[in-house]
């Protein structure tokens, strides 16, 4: 499948669910991709791609940027708070704030650089014991320390057990963002992007799909 194909998708999926046209962003996910793949994307014109690692992402951008101008680049993976400096510094965004340590690292260097990218804050909405996010019972709470600490909250983001059905997870991220005043839904991958954007979501997440599978080393 194709970048195009991909993107008429969105739009088809957002007059399909009365959404807004132009109001789901597509992350292209480039992780662990090649680069004359990522190449061909950004040369296709798209401007907006995810990361899972630090060190990948601060090996590649620098250089595409540099060659094809501004990009937008999200860490949608785990982050580790020694590396919050090399992140804020090279992402527009963060998708993965997932427990206190890490937002109060956040909240020390917005201070001290006066800015901060968009965070999102990475709910574990299947309370899966393996897997990262706030659970849904701390939310709230969590929310509003980090709201204390004055970080600039955008929304939540989620990944969904695997082999359940998405829906009702998007559904309750949604609920809960709404609860909390928050505009931004990170949800949805290549398998059930469409769901997401019934749901609201405002970002999804797109990586194999548009770049084919991936070569782990």
């Known amino acids: ?10 739009r088809a999926a957002e007059a ?26 950004l040369a296709a014109g798209h401007r907006l791609f995810g990361e899972n690692y630090v060190q990948e992402a601060q090996a590649k951008w620098p250089g595409f940027r540099a060659e094809f101008g501004p990009v937008a680049v999200h860490m949608i993976g785990p982050l580790q708070t020694n590396k919050a400096k090399v992140a804020v510094e090279l992402f527009d965004a963060i998708h993965s704030v997932d427990r206190p340590s890490l937002a109060e690292k956040l909240a020390k260097l917005a201070q001290a650089r006066g800015a901060s990218p968009s965070l999102f804050v990475q709910v574990n909405t299947g309370s899966e014991p393996q897997k990262a996010g706030v659970l849904p019972g701390d939310l709230d709470g969590f929310i509003a320390s980090c709201r204390a600490m004055d970080l600039p909250l955008a929304g939540l983001m989620c990944i ?5 059905d998405s ?4 559904a309750a991220l949604a609920r809960m963002a709404a609860a909390n005043g928050l505009t931004s839904l990170s949800m949805g991958m290549s398998g059930d992007f ?8 405002t ?3 797109v990586g194999s799909a548009i770049f084919g599978a991936r070569a782990y080393a």
Do not use: D, N, Y
């Open 160 to 164: 969904p057990p695997e082999g359940e």
């Open 194 to 201: 469409e769901s997401a954007i019934a749901a609201g979501a």
């Open 16 to 41: 399909r669910f009365g959404r807004e046209p132009g109001s789901v962003q597509l992350i292209a996910v480039s992780k662990v991709q090649p680069e004359q793949r990522v190449r061909a994307v």
């Open 167 to 170: 829906a009702p997870h998007f």
């Open 203 to 205: 970002h999804v997440r």
């Open 1 to 10: 499948m194709s970048l195009q194909e991909i993107t008429q998708r969105i």
